[in-house]
């Protein structure tokens, strides 16, 4: 591994000192992409991710392919390929649309945690690693993120379908332009 990926990996810069101005998400302000900028994006990927598995790794694809983040000094820089992009919509969009048959398995079971996990774990990684920041504490970060996206995802569509009194199709159907605003949103802080 060459030196400079290695800085990726365990890096940590000082924050700056930042002005809160029209960046100011969830008391966090983005516009100066500071150090606790770049970790609250991290885990909020990773919410993404517990909501929509692949739709955290669909919209990095996509930023990195666009250019909206900077991976090319990374281990991740395959993340930005035209091949990483196609597979990653094409499998975000089969999960979209799994996500709505009856016989699902519930995202808080073993595979879906896992899958939430490791998506988050990697979108973390890759939104440390385009602002120079370690990229194992964004892993960390994304995959906490995906877990309790996962849990709170699930009572939250739940509690919705019963409360509004709507089939669980129209609340999903929230979820979905959720993740997938939510992701873009979180990519386009860069």
């Known amino acids: ?10 890096a940590v810069s000082v924050p700056k000192t930042s002005v809160l101005v029209n960046g100011l998400i969830l ?7 500071n ?3 770049v970790l609250a994006l991290a885990f909020a990927i990773g919410l993404i991710c517990g909501l929509r598995s692949l739709t ?4 990095i694809t996509l930023a990195a392919h666009w250019k909206w983040i900077d991976l090319h000094n990374s281990a991740l820089s395959f993340l930005g ?8 919509i094409v499998a ?27 998506f988050g774990g990697l979108c973390g990684a890759a ?3 385009a602002r120079d920041q370690s990229m194992v504490i964004g892993a960390v970060l994304g995959g906490a993120g995906g877990l ?10 739940t509690r919705l379908v019963r409360a509004l009194g709507v089939p669980d199709v129209v609340v999903a159907l929230i979820e979905d332009a959720v993740a997938i605003g939510g992701g873009f949103l979180i990519v386009s802080r860069f």
């Open 1 to 10: 591994m060459s030196a400079s990926h290695q800085h990726h990996l365990f």
């Open 92 to 118: 975000a969009l089969i999960e979209i649309i799994v996500d709505k048959l009856p016989n699902t398995p519930k995202r808080t079971e073993a595979l879906g945690l896992i899958a939430r996990l490791l």
């Open 127 to 129: 939104i440390c690693a």
């Open 56 to 59: 955290g790794p669909a919209v």
């Open 35 to 37: 150090t606790t900028s």
């Open 148 to 157: 309790i996206g996962a849990f709170a995802g699930y009572q939250a569509r």
């Open 81 to 88: 390929s035209t091949a990483a992009v196609i597979v990653a």
């Open 27 to 33: 008391g966090v302000d983005f516009t100066a992409m």
